[in-house]
């Protein structure tokens, strides 16, 4: 018991950490956003419904069993169930990252995306960070149809994009959730940066070698 709390204290303290830096750097705006972390006896911390990323206080985020029902601290995000569904199928995953950051949301409405995998590869960071990247098609927020593709999604990806929405990403730890997050992001703004131009993104066979 002792270790679960101290574990949790550490998560904690993190959350609120990740959670200002992101809010500093306008990749979360208003009360937008969640992020949880899974801790080793399989509960989740996650972050409030209607709080800033900027403003979380360690002692006042939601705590949930692993069956995603509130067990102390604020009432969870509406959307805890991406987050669930995400760890459901993803053994590996100690932590979940969703944002409505703006260059990723823009690439999400555009029509003429590859749902299979929507962003090219650009960089040698974004396929090692991020991977292929499907778009999940448009449901209303909490849609419970939502979660049903974002687990089938899940199963094969760490990270995926909501169609006008935003990208949901997890990691193995909330350093490596945030860290591709950013990634995903910084790709999404080189692609529309881009938009128009000849580019020279990698080719399969470089993209691959990256990925195993």
């Known amino acids: ?12 303290d993190l959350i609120a950490e990740v959670g ?4 500093d750097r306008r990749l979360s705006s208003g009360s937008t956003g969640n992020i949880s972390v899974r801790l080793s006896d399989g509960s989740m911390l996650m972050t409030p419904t209607n709080v800033s990323l900027g403003a979380l206080e360690p002692g006042r985020l939601s705590h949930l069993d692993e069956d995603c029902n509130h ?13 669930s569904c995400v760890y459901c199928r993803r053994a590996g995953a100690g932590a979940v990252v969703h944002l409505h950051s703006t260059h990723s949301v823009a690439v999400s409405i555009l029509a003429d995306v590859d749902p299979a995998d929507v962003l090219p590869p650009l960089t040698a960071y974004y396929v090692m960070r991020v991977g292929r990247l499907p778009l ?15 687990e089938a ?14 990208p949901v990403v997890a990691g193995s730890t909330l350093r490596d959730a945030q860290y591709a997050m950013e990634e995903l992001e910084e790709t999404a703004r080189l ?4 938009d128009g131009k000849a580019i020279r993104p990698l080719t399969e066979g470089q993209a691959e070698k990256l990925r195993t």
Not at 20 to 23: D, E, G, I, P, T
Not at 136 to 150: E, H, S
Not at 153 to 166: C, E, I, R, Y
């Open 153 to 166: 999604a899940a199963a094969d990806h760490h990270a995926m994009l909501l169609s006008n929405h935003g």
């Open 136 to 150: 999940i098609p448009y449901f209303a927020p909490g849609d419970r149809d939502l979660a049903r593709a974002v």
């Open 71 to 83: 067990l102390s601290g604020d009432k969870p995000t509406k959307e805890a169930f991406l987050h």
């Open 1 to 12: 018991m002792t270790a679960i709390l101290s574990e949790a204290t550490r998560m904690r």
């Open 191 to 194: 692609h529309l940066l881009l």
């Open 20 to 23: 200002k830096s992101l809010f």
